[in-house]
């Protein structure tokens, strides 16, 4: 009798159909916490920042490249050759993605003429941002293991991949409510990498050498690797091992020689200083090249991966940008354009009404909302759907002073999506959000019929999160928290955001459905406009409008 023909439960099942929108949220979290740290290890050094922004956008656009050639076959790769084009795919692979960036960083570097290891400084990025992508990769249902009779195994629920592919060996019945229960694969690897962080931080007394930390985790992580491929679902075997075996097998044995000679050959000597020629022209070119990649390929990438890429390499973009103008101060023309640019900021902080103030001292009020919004997205390996949706929204705040208040409320939407056919949505979304200055967290939960990704479903969580001062500068992260609805698109929201006169605050970021600018802008004492506009690429955009009006203050 096969084991799991015996009964055991798993320990807990994934519905696919509420979580299986989750990875985007993390893939993209994974890349925007990694440069984060990155970028923080650089300032830490010391390291010219704008050298340092483009070294990281490099490193991110390069590791998403090779996340996505490394799950090209070899079939497709001659069909590639004899098109003249690379064939798409929405699949990734960390082990291609570290590869990729490795290789962005090895360009850029002697591009900016960059003289020393800039290795140790994404030692640290890679394990934490790794580890943020595999809750991603459980939720999803990616990347998961073979069955296992363990009290620890976990199970997915129907239309995940699991149960797709044990309903495709014969495994389980066509009737059955979820997949066997299998190897968490995502949580080995989760609570290895967070342990290889902290061993990380203690082996900085040991290793010496500049870049042997990063050496040390990828020969750790590719060892954690090879051992786990035996208990992880798919691949070709040959000789016994994986390809992704061999792979590993052919890089941690000589990387592991080598880190152990330069540690033993390294004598300590003063560190040279970072390039400290922070030359326009090169870090021009470094740029420009960077977004002639970014664009040559947007075909290409996925439109989170493209909102991503372009989210990440914007600082070093402005930041050329800024060196230009630095350049060519004298110029009319750039003091013109300084000037036109100021001018628009000033006139979007002033349009407010300034006579009706909005009444600190207020201790509550209800609001009531109506909005719109239109659309079109492309479903993930199938066609370009358009929506448009429209929803109205009651609620209550409660405030104790100007920044900490509590709201909650019921907000209903409906509309259609449309492909050939038209698909009715319909839901409805309860509630809370509590804010102070400084951080702000809300949830709530959609029900109804809903539509995600070109697929019918019944329940969307709602998350979000913001940290920072709210009437200066803030990040944020939100998950099915749109209004009039974030079914079909934009799921998933990350970004930063400014504070500006009467309440009033300027989000920028990137989403599912491409990158996106939300000004937040009280027109009075009791009227809100909030416009939303986002674009990803020409099958990816939305356009929305929500009205909102306080009364009954007291």
């Known amino acids: ?31 925007l916490v990694g440069c984060l740290i990155a970028l923080y290890e650089g300032y830490r050094r010391k390291w010219p920042l704008l050298p340092w922004f483009i070294v990281v956008a490099w490193c991110a656009v390069w590791g998403v490249i090779g996340s996505k050639l490394l799950f090209i076959s070899g079939g497709e790769w001659q069909a590639a050759l004899s098109q003249g084009h690379i064939p798409f795919t929405p699949e990734k692979s960390f082990l291609g993605g570290i590869l990729g960036g490795a290789i962005g960083v090895f360009l850029v570097r002697r591009l900016l003429a960059i003289r020393y290891s800039v290795a140790d400084a994404f030692a640290f990025a890679l394990p934490i ?67 290889l962080a902290a061993i990380l931080w203690n082996c900085k007394k040991f290793l010496k050498r500049p870049g042997s930390l990063l050496y040390f985790f990828l020969i750790a992580y590719g060892s954690f690797r090879f051992v786990e491929e035996f208990v992880r679902e798919g691949g070709s075997a040959l000789f016994g091992l994986k390809a992704a075996q061999w792979g ?33 022209q090169k870090n021009m070119m470094a740029v420009a090249l960077i977004s002639i990649i970014i664009f040559m390929g947007k075909e290409w990438f996925t439109p989170l991966e493209m909102a991503t890429l372009i989210f990440i390499t914007l600082p070093a973009f402005m930041g050329v940008i800024v060196q230009l103008v630095r350049s060519f ?75 900490k208040q509590l709201e909650f409320g019921l907000r209903a939407y409906a509309g259609y999506d449309e492909n050939g056919g038209s698909y009715h949505i ?65 799921v998933v929201k990350l970004g930063i955001g400014f504070g500006l006169k009467n309440d009033g605050s300027l989000r920028f970021g990137v989403s599912d459905a491409g990158f996106y600018v939300h000004p937040y802008l009280p027109l009075n004492h009791n009227l809100v406009m909030s416009p939303f506009f986002a674009w990803g690429d020409k099958n990816t955009s939305q356009l929305g409008i929500t009205l909102k009006y306080k009364f009954g203050s007291r």
Not at 254 to 278: G, H, I, M, N
Not at 365 to 389: D, R
Not at 432 to 454: E, K, P
Request: proline letters at 7%; charged letters at 15%.
């Open 1 to 31: 009798m096969r084991f799991w023909e015996e009964g055991m439960a798993p320990l807990f099942t994934v519905p696919s159909d509420v979580w299986g929108s989750c990875y985007s949220l993390f893939y993209l979290a994974a890349f």
């Open 129 to 195: 941002g790794l580890a943020i992508g595999r809750i991603g990769c459980l939720l999803g249902g990616c990347c998961f293991g073979k069955p296992a009779a363990l009290p620890w195994a976990i199970a997915y629920s129907k239309n995940s991949c699991a149960y797709d592919t044990h309903l495709a060996k014969g495994l389980i019945t066509p009737g059955a409510s979820a997949s066997l229960p299998v190897h968490p694969t995502q949580l080995y690897e989760i609570a290895f990498l967070l342990a």
């Open 248 to 280: 590993v097998l052919l890089f941690v044995l000589p990387a592991s020689v080598y880190l152990t000679w330069r540690e033993r050959a390294f004598s300590a000597r003063s560190k040279a200083p970072f390039s400290p020629q922070d030359i326009f």
């Open 329 to 403: 101060a004298k110029n009319v023309f750039s003091w013109a354009a300084i000037t036109g640019i100021a001018a628009s900021i000033i006139f979007a902080a002033s349009s407010f009404d300034s006579k009706n103030p909005p009444d600190k001292s207020e201790s509550s009020y209800y609001s009531f909302s109506l909005a719109g919004m239109i659309g079109q997205y492309e479903e993930t390996c199938g066609p370009v759907h358009s929506y448009h949706v429209g929803g109205l929204g009651i609620s209550r705040t409660v405030k104790s002073d100007q920044f």
């Open 426 to 490: 319909r839901g409805i979304n309860p509630y809370v959000q509590a804010d102070s200055r400084w951080v702000g967290f809300g949830v709530g939960i959609h029900t109804g019929d809903l539509f995600i990704d070109g697929s019918p479903g019944n329940s969307l969580w709602q998350v979000s999160l913001r940290i920072g001062p709210y009437d200066k500068f803030f990040v944020e992260g939100r998950l099915g928290d749109h209004f009039p609805g974030p079914i079909p698109s934009p």
